[in-house]
């Protein structure tokens, strides 16, 4: 992966709500929990962290590994 934005916790939902993912009611602490079913019908689930700091590059990383995202398409809907 090449070098992705630094952005907030706030910033990382709006896109992937953008992207089709839905908040589930199940949160545990100071994380969220979003799901998707992808066009193949396999349910993709990733948790953020919620944090008015910035989210650090290997966990933005993760993140979109969890939720089955290319970079490009993650910073097509980040803005």
């Known amino acids: 992966m090449g070098q992705l934005p630094l952005l ?3 910033q990382v939902t709006k896109a992937l ?31 953020v962290p919620l944090s008015k700091k910035v989210i650090p590059r290997p966990t933005l990383e993760n993140i979109l590994i969890q939720a089955g995202l290319s970079e490009e398409e993650f910073l097509a809907v980040v803005k």
């Open 8 to 10: 907030n916790s706030k």
């Open 17 to 47: 709500k953008r992207l089709g993912f839905q908040k589930r009611r199940k949160s545990k602490g100071g994380h969220q929990t979003w799901c998707r079913v992808n066009r193949e019908g396999k349910k993709r689930v990733c948790t």
